[in-house]
C-alpha cells in the first residue's frame, strides 16, 4: 500500500482519533455554544463538534452550512427572470442551525443564481456578528470580471449583499490551472489587494477552493511561503479520497492534497462530502449492504463521518435544501463519532464498489447554468446517473429486465427534465464547459445521453 507508508498509516491515524478525539496539526476538537470564545472542552450527548483553527484560535462547527442549493418558491419569477429564494425557509433553517452550535456558512456571489449573498446575508444580519463566520468567494469566473474593478467590485458588493464590513473566511473561487490564476488572480493584481484588505484586517482568513491537477496543487503549495495560505478548500470524500484521478483525469486524490495540507498545518475546509448528493442516493446493493451494517444510520452520516474523522479538517460543508438533511447532519457532528479503523475499511470497500458504475461525474453545483439554449443540464446527468444506480440502463433488447428498464429511463427523463430542456437541444457551443470544476465535457455528455434515448425511443438498442 503506497499510499500508507508515503504518509502516515490509515490504521495507526484512525486509532490516534479514535482512543484521544484530540487534534492534530493545531486542530483541537471542542465543544460548546455557538460563541467564538468558547473554551475547550469535550462533546457531551447533542453538542456540536467544533474544530479549533490553530492561526486564529476560531472555534468553528464541524458542520458548516453551505448556502449554495438554498429553496426556492415554486411558480414564481422575479422581474429579471431569476427564480425567488424562499428566504422564510432559509432563515428558519440558519434559526435552526445556529441553535444547534453552527456557526460557519459559506456562500459565493454565483449560488442561487446569484442570489445566495443576499439571502445569507439576510439571515444572518438578525444575529450578532461575532456569532457566525462568514465564507464567500472572488467568482470572477467570466471575462467580463477579470479586470481588477471588476473583480474588486465583486468584494465590495459581497460585503454589501452580506451585510458586513468584514469577511471571515475568504476564497479564490475554484482554482484549477495555472494560465487561469494568472488571468484571474494574479496578472490583474487581485493577490496583492486581496493580501492588503487582509493585513488591514477586512479579510480575516485568505485560502482558495480546489479543483484541478496535482501538479498545479503542488505549485500552489511552493508559493504558501509568499501568499500565506490560511485556508484551502478541497474536494473529499470516501469515493474522491484515492479514486478522483480515475474519475477525472484533471482532479487530484483528496488524501494526497489533505495530507499537503496538513503537514503544513494549513486548516482544511471540506465540500462535496457526499459528491453533490451521489453518496446518499447510493444503488440498491449499496444501500443494502449500508442498511445491513447500520440499520438506523443515514448513508449520509457515514460520508460525513468519514470526512470528520480527519482532524485536520476545520469544517464540511453541507448544501443542505431542506429541515431534514440539516438535522440529520446536525446529528452526526453532535457529537462526531469518530470512523473506526474496521468501518473505515468498509468505506474503502464502498468505495471500490461505487466505481464499478460508470456515472458522469456531476456534484449538482449549477456552475454550468443557465445554458443559453435552455437546457438542464445538471437534471439530464442526474437522471441518468440515478438511472446507472438503479440498474435501470437497459444495453440490449434482448435483455431480461430491457422493457421494465426502457420504461423506468424514458418515463423518469420526461418527468425530471421538461421536453424543451432536454438533451436534444443541445448545439454544442461549449459555453458550459469552461465553468465545470470536474472538467466533463458536457456537450459530448450530452449527445451521448440524447443519442442513447433515441435509441431506447426507436428500441434499436
Request: net charge neutral; proline share 5%.
Amino acid at each position: 500500500m503506497g499510499k500508507e507508508k508515503e504518509y502516515i498509516s490509515r490504521r495507526d491515524f484512525l486509532k490516534t482519533v479514535a482512543a484521544s478525539g484530540a487534534a492534530v496539526s493545531g486542530l483541537s476538537a471542542c465543544a460548546g455554544p455557538s460563541g467564538k470564545n468558547d473554551k475547550t472542552g469535550t462533546a457531551g450527548p447533542g453538542e456540536m463538534t467544533y474544530r479549533t483553527n490553530p492561526n486564529t484560535g476560531d472555534k468553528v462547527s464541524l458542520l458548516g452550512f453551505g448556502m449554495m442549493r438554498l429553496p426556492f418558491i415554486k411558480g414564481r419569477k422575479a422581474e429579471d427572470g431569476r427564480d425567488i429564494i424562499d428566504q422564510e425557509t432559509v432563515d428558519r433553517m440558519v434559526d435552526y442551525a445556529i441553535g444547534h452550535g453552527v456557526n460557519y456558512f459559506d456562500t459565493s456571489p454565483a449560488y442561487s443564481q446569484g442570489l445566495s449573498e443576499q439571502a445569507t446575508g439576510l439571515a444572518l444580519s438578525r444575529y450578532p456578528r461575532d456569532r457566525y463566520f462568514i465564507a464567500t468567494k472572488l467568482s470572477n469566473f467570466d471575462e467580463s470580471t477579470h479586470s481588477a474593478e471588476a473583480s474588486k467590485q465583486m468584494y465590495h458588493d459581497s460585503m454589501k449583499f452580506l451585510k458586513t464590513d468584514y469577511i471571515d473566511y475568504y476564497l479564490l473561487h475554484s482554482l484549477s490551472n495555472m494560465k487561469d490564476f494568472r488571468k484571474r488572480y494574479v496578472d490583474n493584481g487581485m493577490m496583492d489587494f486581496l493580501m492588503e484588505e487582509r493585513a488591514a484586517g477586512r479579510i480575516r482568513n485568505l485560502g482558495f477552493s480546489y479543483h484541478g491537477h496535482k501538479e498545479f496543487f503542488d505549485y500552489l503549495m511552493s508559493v504558501h511561503d509568499r501568499y500565506h495560505w490560511d485556508f484551502v478548500q478541497i474536494q473529499m470524500n470516501y469515493l474522491d479520497w484515492e479514486y478522483a484521478e480515475k474519475i477525472k483525469s484533471k482532479n487530484t486524490n483528496a488524501d494526497y492534497m489533505y495530507y499537503e495540507l496538513e503537514k503544513r498545518n494549513i486548516p482544511v475546509v471540506i465540500m462535496e462530502p457526499l459528491l453533490g448528493g451521489r453518496l446518499s442516493r447510493v444503488p440498491e446493493n449499496i444501500m443494502k449492504e449500508f442498511k445491513e451494517r447500520e440499520p438506523e444510520m443515514s448513508v449520509a452520516s457515514w460520508a460525513f463521518r468519514f470526512v470528520g474523522s480527519y482532524p485536520g479538517v476545520l469544517t464540511a460543508l453541507s448544501g443542505m435544501t431542506r429541515m431534514e438533511h440539516l438535522q440529520d447532519n446536525l446529528a452526526t457532528y453532535s457529537p462526531l463519532k469518530p470512523l473506526t479503523e474496521d468501518e473505515l475499511a468498509f468505506l474503502h470497500h464502498i468505495g471500490h464498489m461505487m466505481m464499478q458504475f460508470k456515472t458522469v461525474p456531476c456534484n449538482d453545483c449549477k456552475y454550468c447554468m443557465p445554458c443559453p439554449y435552455g437546457i438542464d443540464i445538471p437534471a439530464i446527468l442526474l437522471h441518468y446517473n440515478k438511472c446507472v444506480n438503479e440498474d435501470n440502463i437497459p444495453t440490449s433488447s434482448g435483455s431480461p429486465e430491457y422493457r421494465k428498464a426502457r420504461r423506468a429511463y424514458l418515463v423518469g427523463y420526461d418527468r425530471s427534465v421538461p421536453k424543451l430542456r432536454q438533451a436534444d437541444r443541445c448545439t454544442g457551443c461549449g459555453q458550459c464547459n469552461p465553468h465545470c470544476p470536474q472538467g466533463i465535457d458536457i456537450p459530448k455528455e450530452l449527445h451521448r445521453i440524447d443519442a442513447y434515448i433515441e435509441k431506447l425511443k426507436q428500441e434499436t438498442l
